[in-house]
């Protein structure tokens, strides 16, 4: 079982809400390294390979999937996607072996989890032909190693997997390869990945230089046993808390239901989980972080109204709240003592499993919010993608094996899995199998195509690491909502200057990034 990295920066040290979980054993790779440079040694080390059918076989619900999740609903081994766009499943493996069999791909990997990952990828070595071999990080220094590494001109890595914010960060100094030639000779399905996804976590400055890994998005959750005595009945997902304005009404309320459970539930803390609550919330308000000249413009009118309703929610919240991040706020709602929550789907996802959760059948995720005025913009926020390195020995072998990791069968038996790596496809998403074991995934596909997101630019996550601190003043009462931002504004607009987006061509064109950041622009509501 592989866990992902913690995310680390200079400045951040452990804040991944991934350090609590741990994927499928299909996550990973091999210990072992095996260069062969002879073609004769290569061909026949091709020919010696098990038939790719009999392999692809066993990556199924039955090998995959928790056993007891299969039993818990009543799974069928019917595929959790569409094989017709499983990129495993359509992508020619004779001709990969052809070209790779023999070849060594390096995969940097956290330290911790060498051994789990040395089990993941032992179907894409019996498929490729390919050897993969661990490069270990310590998973405290992940962005410090790689960066270091990428400067020096020769990274000890192919391959790896990171934050999404980070992004900007690798790609603009050219420290990643272009994907566009691979993805189109391998035929990688890009167009079953929702938009925000594909571009958010793919697409740098009009390139391909990531593979969409971890899909996350922010959603809201209520508890269905207190929801209904409010109500009356049962909960509608769009219409029983259609505005913030209601869910301020019904967290107040809900705040009285029962000792020890308070209203809702929030990340407030210091850094970027303040950031990213008040971001999902003052999208909806019609927030946008800059303007096409990349000033940041977030402390108008919509930024103030967001973290004034954050405000009047925090009233309500658990104690505590200005100081949680996810792992705080992930233990409060699988507790039971969130009436409502604000965070991501896996809560969702995760609050259905009994060995996880205390509230299985007692909850359900709901669309998000409006605000009169606003939009319809449910938050993709967070996130991690995978790159190759511009430096790598083997950049096509490094391609196919993240193509591997990412394809959407493995991401869909995943989320079966409720380990928090989270699937990005349509296909999976909308799956009526899938839906079944996701209690979120039908709310959370309808939801991508309105999605809004932040552009992953250079400096981006030092930039809501700094916002987050001045909005966790305003959740303590150290500043009003417009003092906050203000400062907040002040602290990105230095960090842009640092990162060359004041003095000549900036390092993305705001044309480039503009259709990923809100992609419901134009849209009819769903309903």
Same mark, same amino acid.
């Given at each position: 079982?592989?866990?992902?990295?913690?995310?680390?920066?200079?400045?951040?040290?452990?804040?991944?809400?991934?350090?609590?979980?741990?994927?499928?054993?299909?996550?990973?790779?091999? /210990?072992?390294?095996?260069?062969?440079?002879?073609?004769?040694?290569?061909?026949?080390?091709?020919?010696? !390979?098990?038939?790719?059918?009999?392999?692809?076989?066993?990556?199924?619900?039955?090998?995959?999937?928790?056993?007891?999740?299969?039993?818990?609903?009543?799974?069928?081994?019917?595929?959790?996607?569409?094989?017709?766009?499983?990129?495993?499943?359509?992508?020619?493996?004779? $001709?990969?072996?052809?070209?790779?069999?023999?070849?060594?791909?390096?995969?940097?990997?956290?330290?911790?989890?060498?051994?789990?990952?040395?089990? @993941?990828?032992?179907?894409?070595?019996?498929?490729?032909?390919?050897?993969?071999? !661990?490069?270990?990080?310590?998973?405290?220094? !992940?962005?410090?190693? *790689?960066?270091?590494?990428?400067?020096?001109?020769?990274?000890?890595?192919?391959?790896?997997?990171?934050?999404?914010?980070?992004?900007?960060?690798?790609?603009?100094?050219?420290?990643?390869?272009? $994907?566009?030639?691979?993805?189109?000779?391998?035929?990688?399905?890009?167009?079953?990945?929702?938009?925000?996804?594909?571009?958010?976590?793919?697409?740098?400055?009009?390139?391909?230089?990531?593979?969409?890994?971890?899909?996350?998005?922010?959603?809201?959750?209520?508890?269905?046993?207190?929801?209904?005595?409010?109500?009356?009945?049962?909960?509608?997902?769009?219409?029983?808390?259609?505005?913030?304005?209601?869910?301020?009404?019904?967290?107040?309320?809900?705040?009285?239901?029962?000792?020890?459970? %308070? @209203?809702?539930?929030?990340?407030?803390?210091?850094?970027?989980?303040?950031?990213?609550?008040?971001?999902?919330?003052?999208?909806?308000?019609?927030?946008?972080?800059?303007?096409? %000249?990349?000033?940041?413009?977030?402390? @108008?009118?919509?930024?103030?109204?967001? $973290?004034?309703?954050?405000?009047? $929610?925090?009233?309500?919240?658990?104690?505590? /709240?200005?100081? %949680?991040?996810?792992?705080?706020?992930?233990?409060?709602?699988? @507790?039971?003592? !969130?009436?409502?929550?604000?965070?991501?789907?896996?809560?969702?996802?995760?609050?259905?499993?009994?060995?996880? &959760?205390?509230?299985?059948?007692?909850?359900?995720?709901?669309?998000?919010?409006?605000?009169?005025?606003?939009?319809?913009?449910?938050?993709?926020?967070?996130?991690?993608?995978?790159?190759?390195?511009?430096?790598?020995?083997?950049?096509?072998?490094?391609?196919?094996?993240?193509?591997?990791?990412? /394809?959407?069968?493995?991401?869909?038996?995943?989320?079966?899995?409720?380990?928090?790596?989270?699937?990005?496809?349509? &296909?999976?998403?909308?799956?009526?199998?899938?839906?079944?074991?996701?209690?979120?995934?039908?709310?959370?596909?309808?939801?991508?195509?309105?999605?809004?997101?932040?552009?992953?630019?250079?400096?981006?996550?030092?930039?809501?690491?700094?916002?987050?601190?001045?909005?966790?003043?305003?959740?303590?009462?150290?500043?009003? *909502?417009?003092?906050?931002?203000?400062?907040?504004?002040?602290?990105?607009?230095?960090?842009?200057?640092?990162?060359?987006?004041?003095?000549?061509?900036?390092?993305?064109?705001?044309?480039?990034?503009?259709?990923?950041?809100?992609?419901?622009?134009?849209?009819?509501?769903?309903?």
């Amino acid at each position: 079982m592989f866990r992902t990295p913690k995310i680390t920066t200079p400045k951040s040290r452990d804040v991944s809400r991934r350090t609590f979980l741990r994927s499928t054993a299909a996550v990973g790779a091999a /210990t072992a390294a095996v260069t062969v440079s002879s073609p004769f040694v290569a061909n026949s080390f091709a020919q010696s !390979l098990e038939d790719p059918q009999k392999i692809l076989d066993d990556i199924s619900v039955k090998k995959y999937v928790r056993e007891d999740y299969q039993k818990l609903y009543n799974m069928s081994g019917e595929p959790l996607w569409d094989p017709q766009k499983d990129w495993i499943r359509t992508v020619d493996w004779e $001709l990969v072996r052809k070209e790779q069999s023999g070849k060594t791909v390096r995969f940097a990997i956290g330290a911790a989890d060498r051994e789990s990952a040395a089990d @993941g990828l032992k179907p894409f070595e019996a498929l490729s032909g390919i050897k993969v071999e !661990l490069v270990p990080i310590p998973d405290d220094s !992940l962005y410090d190693k *790689a960066i270091a590494e990428f400067i020096s001109g020769n990274a000890s890595f192919d391959a790896l997997q990171f934050f999404s914010p980070w992004l900007g960060d690798f790609a603009a100094p050219g420290f990643l390869a272009k $994907l566009d030639d691979y993805a189109t000779k391998w035929k990688l399905p890009l167009d079953d990945f929702y938009d925000t996804y594909r571009l958010n976590y793919g697409y740098f400055n009009g390139g391909l230089y990531g593979i969409p890994f971890d899909c996350d998005i922010q959603m809201v959750h209520v508890r269905k046993g207190y929801m209904e005595k409010i109500l009356g009945g049962s909960v509608d997902k769009w219409n029983s808390i259609p505005s913030y304005d209601e869910l301020i009404r019904v967290s107040g309320e809900l705040n009285k239901i029962e000792p020890g459970v %308070a @209203g809702v539930g929030m990340m407030g803390a210091r850094g970027f989980w303040s950031t990213y609550t008040w971001e999902h919330i003052a999208a909806q308000c019609g927030m946008e972080l800059f303007d096409s %000249a990349w000033n940041p413009v977030f402390n @108008g009118d919509a930024g103030v109204q967001g $973290l004034e309703i954050i405000l009047k $929610l925090a009233k309500n919240a658990a104690e505590g /709240t200005a100081a %949680a991040g996810w792992g705080e706020n992930r233990a409060a709602w699988l @507790g039971g003592q !969130l009436a409502t929550n604000v965070s991501w789907q896996d809560s969702g996802t995760q609050a259905m499993r009994p060995d996880q &959760s205390k509230i299985v059948d007692d909850f359900v995720t709901i669309y998000e919010p409006r605000v009169a005025g606003g939009r319809f913009a449910p938050p993709n926020i967070a996130g991690s993608t995978s790159v190759v390195a511009a430096s790598a020995q083997n950049p096509e072998g490094a391609f196919l094996m993240l193509a591997f990791l990412t /394809t959407s069968s493995i991401m869909a038996m995943n989320e079966a899995n409720a380990n928090g790596v989270a699937p990005g496809y349509r &296909s999976v998403l909308s799956n009526k199998n899938l839906q079944a074991v996701s209690q979120p995934a039908e709310v959370w596909g309808t939801s991508l195509d309105y999605a809004w997101c932040a552009p992953r630019l250079p400096g981006m996550f030092e930039m809501e690491q700094a916002l987050g601190n001045e909005i966790n003043k305003a959740i303590v009462g150290q500043a009003t *909502a417009k003092e906050a931002l203000d400062s907040g504004a002040a602290a990105v607009k230095k960090i842009m200057k640092k990162n060359g987006f004041y003095g000549g061509k900036p390092p993305v064109e705001y044309a480039t990034a503009a259709p990923g950041l809100w992609v419901g622009e134009g849209k009819k509501l769903p309903f």
